[in-house]
């Protein structure tokens, strides 16, 4: 299988977790549970830590170095930068709020809710992208380059 092939294979296994991610999460706007929702925005967090360490890794050494031309490489590492803030953010809102212990009583509606939905369109927005690329786009083989968006996530607490 050729690595076009694979991340799009992935892209697909992405839209899907991530739909049911966000499924569970907008259970919360009709019967708010805080304790529910740092649970599910904790298994978020999880997933696009392993989506970052990962996929997004392979794309960024494997795939963008062979694509042209440069302004859409930039363009897809600029979304990469910007899923890993959107992540950042959020995991550290999250961290604070599991410190704080009760939570029962907070708004977490633009603390937690709204970012964690941002995240989520931003990821599925990205890997649209990518497919739309792939499907009008040739792979062209150039030498490789080395990126410059590696920004190592924090990790979950």
């Known amino acids: 299988m050729n690595l076009k092939t694979k991340l ?3 892209h697909q296994k992405i839209y ?3 739909e049911e991610m966000l499924l569970a999460i907008t259970k919360v706007k009709n019967q708010p549970d805080n304790n529910y929702l740092l649970g599910e925005v904790a298994r978020l967090l999880s997933y696009v830590s392993d989506l970052l360490d990962n996929h997004f890794n392979t794309e960024e050494r ?3 170095p062979a694509l042209e031309p440069q302004d859409l490489v930039t363009r897809l590492i600029s979304d990469h930068i910007d899923i890993r803030g959107k992540f950042t953010r959020l995991n550290s809102e999250y ?5 704080l212990g009760e939570i029962e009583s907070l708004d977490l509606t633009h603390t937690v809710l709204y970012p964690a939905y941002n995240l989520i369109a931003s990821i599925n927005h990205h890997a ?3 497919d739309s ?8 083989s150039r030498p490789a380059q080395q990126q ?5 996530p924090s990790s979950l607490m």
Not at 95 to 99: E, G, S, V
Not at 133 to 140: A, D, E, K, R, S
Not at 148 to 152: G, L, N, V, Y
């Open 95 to 99: 961290r604070k709020l599991k410190q």
């Open 16 to 18: 899907q977790d991530l």
């Open 133 to 140: 690329i792939f499907v009008t786009t040739p792979y062209l």
């Open 148 to 152: 410059s968006c590696q920004q190592k």
């Open 128 to 130: 649209q992208r990518e």
């Open 8 to 10: 799009a294979a992935e």
């Open 62 to 64: 494997e795939l963008f």
